[in-house]
């Protein structure tokens, strides 16, 4: 099989996450933010490895600024045999234009891709565009929030979790394909597999920068846990209020 996977630099940050002064966007200025892909899409990649295996080959597309190439290499040190970075200024790009670009880029691949495998979502903005529409521009079937995959005989069979139960659906290749996390457990790049990464080919192409037809007006901050302590008393005097707390979080009759 012949697989493209799509992937995505996202920022990872240790602690706290901050907003630009317009709220439209993640402040990655500090220097402890970090940068990696979320796990969907690194799951999206271990099957791609998984199902090329053998006689087949995967191979990356991101669109991103030039710094994108760290995030191609790193899957090239688990087993992609190549890459295509679609180089950004680092504008901001919608669910519809990064779509629209992977696709033409995935199109024009030399590669006979028998499918595109990628993450339900991205873990910064989570639009769950990208995987729909890049499969409605190559006219082709797609299934979404895979957490079964198998292919035999040119077919994907896809599961669903829904409740406790799982959804059966079996599509004939070629397909998109997007993943949730826990699909599989992704790799670990090892040594050997970085020296290669650093050896294999990695394409740029400057793709067409497309009208936004969406407008993000603004992000926000989901509710940050705080914890507190409340002083009940010293010595004995505190037993009875102690006692009245745990008669409260129902430790207590």
Excluded at 20 to 36: F, L, Q, R
Aim: aromatic share 4%.
């Amino acid at each position: 099989m012949n697989i493209a996977v799509c992937i995505k630099r996202i920022p990872l940050s240790p602690g706290k996450w901050t907003l630009t002064a317009d709220e439209t966007a993640i402040d990655t200025s500090g220097s402890a933010m970090g940068w990696t892909l979320s796990p969907h899409e690194e799951c999206a990649v271990e099957a791609a490895v998984q199902l090329a295996e053998g006689d087949g080959t995967v191979t990356a597309f991101s669109l991103g600024t030039p710094e994108s190439s760290e995030q191609i290499r790193e899957v090239m040190a688990v087993g992609v045999d190549r890459g295509v970075l679609l180089e950004t200024d680092g504008a901001d790009w919608d669910g519809q234009a990064t779509a629209a670009a992977l696709a033409a880029a995935i199109t024009a691949d030399e590669t006979d891709f028998d499918a595109v495998i990628l993450g339900t979502e991205s873990a910064d903005a989570s639009g769950y565009q990208v995987g729909v529409r890049i499969a409605h521009a190559l006219g082709w079937p797609i299934v979404t929030n895979v957490k079964g995959l198998s292919v035999e005989g040119g077919v994907a069979r896809c599961e669903r979790v829904v409740g406790s139960e799982r959804e059966v659906y079996e599509v004939t290749l070629p397909a998109v394909i997007a993943v949730k996390d826990g699909v599989n457990i992704p790799r670990y790049p090892s040594v050997p597999g970085r020296i290669k990464a650093r050896k294999k080919p990695l394409d740029t192409v400057t793709p067409e920068s497309r009208p936004a037809r969406m407008e993000k007006v603004k992000l926000a901050l989901p509710p940050q846990e705080t914890s507190t302590a409340t002083v009940l008393g010293s010595g004995a005097d505190a037993a009875p209020k102690v006692v009245e707390v745990l008669k409260e979080i129902g430790v207590l009759t």
